[in-house]
């Protein structure tokens, strides 16, 4: 079933008023939606929204993980505070900490390179490949079915990256039941460009993490650079500012509630056609395990680092990443035990199953997917707890990086083609960049604690839940001894030089024969589980392809269902550009309690204890004092900080451009309210809710904070 008939019948069906603003559309697919969007407020034509090559959309662009925007004519980037954390971290020392402090470059010349590895990608082409993809694989099962679809991606990745100027990835929608390829250009030289204080980009901290009301200032600018030909290039000082296309024009008069709102990003992932299986393993043991895990992750960086220090300031993008994390586990666990969705799922799949045996071509056709699916996720999840605990002992980055550097000189004795994928020539800078990243995000006691700690509660499996060559490298045949092991490790990590970035780079280069020799004794763990890690693997693969041809059969019958019952049929976010769109609107979280849109910077202040993270620069607060609001007001009697929308949206959104029906930028989409948090698996209309940092208090902060003149007056403010 193709998507273009599906999304046709669509813009009939929701036509009606009751319909919900939820979905993460594919741009191609806004046009059958105009009669809406324009009904909400969209006052640009909705087919200039689905041309990746114009206006607004070629504006809009992937950090590989975050979403940004361009918003001057000289490569200016704005995206959020978090999703630059990592290159802000990677500049940061105790003595020029920029994490703390911010940074603003008064000049292009003055702009910090971003942490190894950082891209800006431009999306430009997106192409249904579905039949190229499939094709040869109709009668295949198991690992072969998975083997050439992975070759068939492979051969159109790497005819669309004949030009090295372009980063080419094919995505599956539906569950594989339709593959795209999208070709995106690479800019591979970014840098930091302005950096609020932690007291603005990070206010609040962990403890207003998801929270409402908030008043975070989750914005930052990087600077895209190119060749002096105008085509990307790896960092150099000759290098230019990029040249956008286009470029959004930044409203200093803001939204008011109820207005029309849109947003382009590149959402992660969401899971709302999972099955009611899948839905019972992940709320009822892998996030409770998994916060519970993590949490000891963090506490052990704290309790290994001191506030301030080098190996701190090292772990602060990780601490940062986990706490979200852990929020988030918490919220969806939550909202699960509160709510019904459980309950939901299996009766959708009851319904389903009665409307597929109601006829008899329908039976036939997909009469025994589900149950052939239920089947495939159970023995997913056999070994799940020896996954996970093995999978936090090789999180640590001495383990991690040996056993990809191994992994690498393996697959590199093999044609491009046939080797596995992150480590073609394609991969290869991605690699280094990675190696290089550890120099600063990487301390040996963290990290020996950390590994210590796993060790033991990997120890404690069943030994049939074990692996004996994990077993004989770390000694644990007869247990874990904390001393002993301690002991061990300690030894480990004094002998090795996997620490040394020179090191690890030289050894990126070595052959599969020289490394194999290689004495380094987290390169010998890397050698001593490979055999068994590989052929784990391989049977992950072999499932893999069995449900690759079990997930497009039941969402064709998901979709055929909903359409029979006049309901929206979009697909699950897979990291692919979408749109979303709603209006800015308050909500109720409990009985008796309503939330207003809007935040002020008098609530800001109110909230201000000079005690991180409530530690709002003195400068900042003189202002809010002394009423010096400027421009920046919109019509209200205060700056506004923040506000809340409907849209819907979740992780990879992140520091997507909040646009108003003229497709004028009002703000910046950075997190979520508690209560939404489980939208990755399950939809609310009542609770769905969306913040964004006001582009007015962006324009405040830097024109009366931070004196950020030279990039107010690169961008186009309209006021």
Known sequence: ??????????????????????????????????????????????????????????????????????????????????CAYGSIQYNSTPENNILENGFLATTPAEDLPAAPGSRVYVTETVTDVTKKVIKGTEKLSAKARYDALEKNEKALVSACE??????????????????????????????????????????????????WPRHTGDFSFYRAYVGKDGKPAEFSEDNVPYVPDSYLSVSAKGVQDGDFVMVAGYPGRTNRYRIAAEVDYVFNTSYPKS?????????????????????????????????????????????????????????????LTAWINSDRKRKKQYGKVLNELSALVAQSQQHNERDRMLGYVHRSQMISTARSLYRLAYEQQKPDSERESGYQERDLPRFEAGLKRMSRRFDANVDKAILLHFLELYAALPKEE?????????????????????ALLAKMYANSTLDNEDV?????????????????????????????????????????????????????????????????????????????????????????????????????????????????????????????????????NTVPVNFLSNVDTTGGNSGSPTLNGKAELVGLLFDGVYESIIGDWDYNPALNRSIHVDSRYMLWVMDKVDNAQNLLDEMKIVK
């Open 466 to 486: 074990r692996f004996a060559e994990v077993d004989k490298v770390f000694e644990l045949e007869n247990g874990f001894d904390k001393t002993k092991h301690s």
């Open 162 to 211: 004949a030009d090295d100027n372009y980063r080419c990835n094919v995505y599956s929608f539906h569950g594989g039941l339709e593959f795209y390829l999208i070709k995106s250009l690479e800019i591979k030289d970014v840098r930091l460009a302005y950096v609020p204080a932690m007291g603005v980009g990070k206010y609040g901290g962990d403890i207003d993490n998801w929270m």
């Open 1 to 82: 079933m193709r998507l273009k008939p599906l999304i046709a019948s669509l813009a009939i069906v929701v036509s009606g008023t009751t319909f919900a603003d939820e979905g993460m559309w594919q741009p191609h697919q806004l046009p059958d939606l105009e009669s809406i969007l324009k009904a909400k407020g969209l006052e640009i034509d909705a087919k200039s929204i689905s041309k990746l090559t114009e206006f607004p959309m070629n504006a809009v662009i992937s950090l590989g993980g975050c979403t940004a925007s361009f918003v001057s004519p000289k490569g200016l980037v704005v995206t959020n505070h978090h």
């Open 504 to 636: 690890r780079i030289a050894l990126s280069t070595q052959s599969f024969a020289k490394l194999e020799q290689s004495q380094d004794a987290f390169m010998q763990y890397a050698k001593a589980i490979f055999a068994v890690m590989k052929a784990e693997e391989d049977k992950d693969k072999a499932l893999a392809g069995k449900l690759q041809a079990a997930r497009p059969q039941l969402m064709s019958a998901i979709i055929a269902f909903n359409e029979a019952q006049n309901k929206p049929v979009y697909a699950d976010a897979n990291s692919t550009l979408r749109v979303t769109y709603g209006t800015v609107g308050g909500y109720s979280p409990q009985d008796g309690l309503i939330a207003t849109p809007f935040t002020s910077l008098e609530g800001l202040l109110a909230k201000n204890t000079d005690v991180d993270p409530f530690n709002a620069p003195e400068k900042l607060q003189q202002q809010i004092k002394a009423k010096i609001f400027g421009d920046y007001t919109g019509g209200m």
């Open 291 to 351: 916060r519970e895990h993590n949490s000891k992750y963090v506490a052990l960086i704290e309790e290994n680092s001191e506030d301030g220090s080098k190996a701190r300031i090292a772990y602060e993008s990780t601490i940062a990443g986990y706490n979200n994390y852990i929020k988030n586990y918490g919220s969806m666990i939550e909202s699960f035990n509160k709510g019904t969705m459980y309950e939901r799922k299996k009766q959708f799949e009851q319904d």
